[in-house]
């Protein structure tokens, strides 16, 4: 019970008692996740020419590293051979030509995440969901609805886990408006804010946000995140490395609680403030994982991150 003095005997015995800090332990443990999915893009975008071959090997360095996931996208690229891999080779054949060599080294150690935007027609887009060869794939709302709705009805009929894929806060609008509120996107909902990057033209497919300094960076992370909870608090939220700020992104995701995807399919840049190239992909993944351990956290396995977005493990 509080006791009950009058108001001067109340102050005097303040000022007697008077203690500046409380202790310590009335401070609640904050609502941070000890364990971070933390997945890798490992496409060189920003090379000249890459090979199968060289996929396979950025893979395995970073699963091996313990990374739960690879993104693999060959969007605009080409191989030693000068063949587009978006366009000269069938999508399940490129994918296999990576996956095989994974599968039989790794086994179900990590989540294969395809990009499924490539192909002559609708069904050669959605052929690697149809032939089983990912877990999770990326898809953005502000792609055409002809092409975007159909895709995620059709990853979602596959038993592949859609990756909404939102480069700024209008995208998170356009996923709840077209996939969320017609009940086409099934919980959870699993998001990837790949924000930051420069854009070439005033209006694309996918528009971007212009982040130049720590405050942009900020700002946009909080607002789109703030948006996503709105829509569901519960959803799965991971940002990507992109453009000249680097880890300074995947920094602030970490510390907020949230999941990471590295890898230098969106930047070559180490640091935001120096012209100094990442390595590779298994220097990134080794700096984030560092990053994560500086903030309590710990990386998650392949089934961690399967339970996370809604999928059965695989042993």
């Given at each position: 019970m509080v006791e009950k003095l009058s108001l001067w005997e109340a102050a005097k015995r303040e000022m007697e008692e008077y203690q500046f800090i409380a202790g310590a332990e009335l401070q609640p443990k904050w609502d941070v996740s000890e364990k971070i999915a933390i997945n890798a893009a490992v496409s060189g975008r920003f090379e000249s020419t890459t090979s199968l071959a060289e996929y396979v090997d950025a893979a395995s360095s970073v699963i091996e590293a313990g990374a739960c996931g690879v993104h693999i996208d060959f969007s605009f690229m080409t191989d030693e051979k000068g063949r587009r891999l978006d366009r000269d080779i069938p999508p399940t054949e490129a994918y296999a030509a990576v996956l095989e060599p994974l599968r039989a080294r790794f086994g179900n150690d990590f989540v294969p995440n395809l990009n499924v935007l490539n192909g002559s027609s609708f069904d050669e887009c959605v052929s690697p969901a149809r032939a089983g060869q990912c877990e999770v794939a990326p898809c953005a709302p502000g792609h055409p609805d002809a092409f975007m709705?159909?895709?995620?009805?059709?990853?979602?009929?596959?038993?592949?886990?859609?990756?909404?894929?939102?480069?700024?806060?209008?995208?998170?609008?356009?996923?709840?408006?077209?996939?969320?509120?017609?009940?086409?996107?099934?919980?959870?909902?699993?998001?990837?804010?790949?924000?930051?990057?420069?854009?070439?033209?005033?209006?694309?497919?996918?528009?971007?946000?212009?982040?130049?300094?720590?405050?942009?960076?900020?700002?946009?992370?909080?607002?789109?995140?703030?948006?996503?909870?709105?829509?569901?608090?519960?959803?799965?939220?991971?940002?990507?490395?992109?453009?000249?700020?680097?880890?300074?992104?995947?920094?602030?995701?970490?510390?907020?609680?949230?999941?990471?995807?590295?890898?230098?399919?969106?930047?070559?840049?180490?640091?935001?403030?120096?012209?100094?190239?990442?390595k590779d992909n298994l220097e990134m993944f080794t700096m984030a994982c560092d990053i994560a351990a500086l903030h309590g956290r710990k990386p998650a396995s392949a089934n961690d991150y399967r339970a996370l977005v809604g999928k059965p493990p695989r042993n």
């Open positions: 709705v159909p895709a995620i009805t059709e990853l979602e009929a596959a038993g592949v886990k859609p990756e909404l894929a939102v480069h700024s806060s209008g995208e998170i609008e356009l996923a709840k408006r077209k996939l969320i509120d017609t009940g086409i996107l099934k919980k959870p909902y699993n998001w990837l804010i790949l924000y930051g990057l420069p854009f070439n033209v005033g209006r694309t497919l996918v528009s971007g946000t212009w982040v130049s300094n720590a405050q942009d960076m900020t700002k946009h992370l909080f607002l789109m995140v703030d948006q996503i909870r709105q829509i569901d608090p519960t959803s799965v939220i991971s940002v990507c490395a992109a453009g000249r700020a680097t880890l300074y992104m995947t920094t602030l995701a970490t510390m907020m609680g949230l999941h990471i995807r590295i890898g230098t399919e969106d930047t070559p840049w180490k640091y935001p403030n120096s012209d100094e190239r990442l």
